[in-house]
């Protein structure tokens, strides 16, 4: 979630695709993992082994056009993002019902 909400990635599904194939390190480290858990103040960044390939080249060219939610950050000159905040139920732009999902799981 958080590569496509930088606008590294044109889907969520692509994001997922992206990271499983190592484009992305998180702190430093390569990640495969698409539902590492990331907390605040984690830097993202694309992979330098993979940044001529079209996915990662295209995504940083496009990214100065992409409006970022106020909880992330994005450093086009150095290609790192970073979490500033973890995001609040307000951030969320999906229309959620918490109360089926709740009444789901406590049959």
């Known amino acids: 979630n958080v590569i496509f909400r930088m606008g590294l990635a044109p889907s969520r599904s692509a994001a997922r695709q992206l990271v499983t194939h190592n484009h992305f390190t998180v702190n430093g480290k390569k990640v495969d993992i698409p539902s590492y858990i990331l907390g605040q103040g984690d830097t993202i960044a694309p992979n ?60």
Not at 63 to 75: G, H, M
């Open 48 to 107: 330098p082994n993979k940044l001529k390939k079209a996915p990662v080249k295209n995504a940083l060219e496009n990214i100065k056009e992409k409006t970022l939610p106020d909880w992330l950050a994005f450093d086009v000159d150095s290609k790192q993002g970073v979490v500033q905040a973890l995001p609040t139920r307000e951030h969320i732009t999906m229309p959620i019902e918490e109360q089926l999902i709740v009444e789901l799981y406590s049959r």
